[in-house]
């Protein structure tokens, strides 16, 4: 069974960078769809970035383009998201999950398998 565990997350300022880590276990990952959603308080999860179980196809939100970056490493059997010129609005707990069916099309689609969870706040 897999298991996935984030760390990363922290206190940043306006317009820093953090690095997130999920590393599974139990299963390679190499194959499978992965993402990272995140879920403000008082707000609804939302999709950052997923990328399909090929490769082929990576999806970001409109919201983290061009500031975010979704990454493997194999080896290590890690899904990295890397954070940069971070905002307040980028505050709130981010989830790793990975599929090995998920459709990754406009949205991230349905994942099965779920971290815990990082706490990532952006202030002054």
């Known amino acids: 069974q897999l298991q996935l565990v984030e760390s990363g997350g922290g206190l940043v300022q306006p317009g820093g960078s953090l690095r997130l880590s999920c590393v599974g276990s139990?299963?390679?990952?190499?194959?499978?769809?992965v993402a990272w959603f995140r879920q403000a308080p008082g707000k609804e999860r939302e999709d950052v970035v997923c990328?399909?179980?090929?490769?082929?196809?990576?999806q970001y939100a409109d919201s983290v383009k061009g500031r975010f970056t979704i990454s493997r490493d194999n080896a290590k059997n890690t899904i990295y998201l890397q954070m940069n010129s971070l905002k307040p609005e980028d505050t709130a707990v981010y989830y790793c999950?990975?599929?090995?069916?998920?459709?990754?099309?406009?949205?991230?689609?349905?994942?099965?398998?779920w971290g815990q969870g990082t706490q990532v706040t952006v202030s002054s």
């Open positions: 139990g299963v390679t990952l190499d194959y499978w769809a």
């Open positions: 990328i399909s179980a090929s490769n082929m196809r990576t």
């Open positions: 999950a990975a599929d090995p069916w998920a459709v990754v099309g406009d949205t991230c689609g349905d994942f099965a398998s």
